[in-house]
């Protein structure tokens, strides 16, 4: 069993110890919002915003993008479990700003190692033979984060699925401070009048 | 302003004024791992996992299904971000297990309010017309948790950007108990020899 796989099964196995009357929440998220942000292994929207198990759906993907897969999950969030306030929170010093689609597939048509398995050599792959399948997905960049919470907000808010009268919040997390600050105009994109 | 969006700005206050050395984690994950789970709001995967932040990539949608978006966040995980064991978990008792594309089609096809605001009336939104888009989307319903575990570690196994080094762990979470359960025979899905 890999270390990793222990530590987080030695983790899930005090939390369970603890878990108290948690087994009576509902399905449908108790505060009725939603979040979608970033995958980023530093953000914890729990914490930065504020919320115990129960209280709200949360998407996370690469970049927090309003992707068709997002757009689904939300769509599922409100019409079937009753959420009628979004949140889309980008961050800075994302990763999705570090590369561009074409950077992306030149490494994958190189190899398939990390570039960190790359350049240290840490466990034997053999060389790995790269694919060309990168080209058939767009990675979904951002060359900037505030232009890309408006754009996905109007992705979102002109989904012919998503009803007008729910909000959407546009903000950027920073990750130097913890601190969620807003996009200017973001939540005024398309908004029902 | 709306109470919730006070409450999460309230919180996310907090939040940063004791944010500390927090703000000096670097972009890739520090455990080098990552979590494709459901959105649902019951799950709290830095809690039932044992993450602080900085520590591993989590990626959430409804189901914690393999989507092309899903995968396309994994791979910018371990190729960008060095990340290099994944762990898929679904989850009892969740709402992807209660509805068919049919029946979502044809709830989003007669009103895109949500169901409980439909019995309530809780907001006067209008009648506001349906929408017939739903057959342009898969819902990714789930009949069978182990089933969707592995059916999912298939996919990311065989997809011709994961490389066969990296161990997909399949767990199901418990929201009876908080207790992950481990799918028989989802590791072993396509194990690199």
């Keep these: 069993m890999s270390k990793i796989l222990e ?11 603890k878990f108290g009357d948690k087994a009576h929440l509902p399905m449908p998220p108790g505060r009725h919002f939603a979040i979608l942000t970033c995958m980023d292994a530093r953000l914890d929207p729990a914490k930065y915003a504020g919320l ?3 209280d709200a759906h949360v998407i996370r993907n690469a ?42 597939n030149n490494l994958l048509s190189s190899s398939l190692k990390t570039a960190a398995l790359e350049a240290s050599g ?7 033979p790269g694919s060309s399948e990168g080209k058939y997905i767009n990675w979904l960049t951002i060359n900037n984060q505030a232009e890309s ?10 989904h012919p699925l998503v009803p007008a009268y729910i909000p959407i919040y546009g903000y950027i997390y920073d990750v130097k401070s913890g601190k969620l600050i807003q996009v200017p105009g973001a939540t005024e994109v398309g908004k029902a009048s």
Tied chains: 1, 2.
């Design 7 to 17: 530590e987080v099964l030695a983790a899930n196995h005090t939390y369970a110890t």
């Design 52 to 54: 115990a198990e129960g």
């Design 63 to 104: 970049g927090g993008r309003a992707t068709d897969d997002a757009i689904r999950s939300l769509v599922i969030s409100y019409k079937l479990l009753g959420t009628c306030e979004w949140f889309i929170i980008h961050h800075t010093d994302c990763g999705m700003e570090t590369f561009t689609n074409k950077i992306m």
């Design 122 to 128: 840490w466990r034997d792959i053999g060389p790995g």
């Design 149 to 158: 919470v408006i754009e996905d907000i109007q992705r979102i808010r002109y």
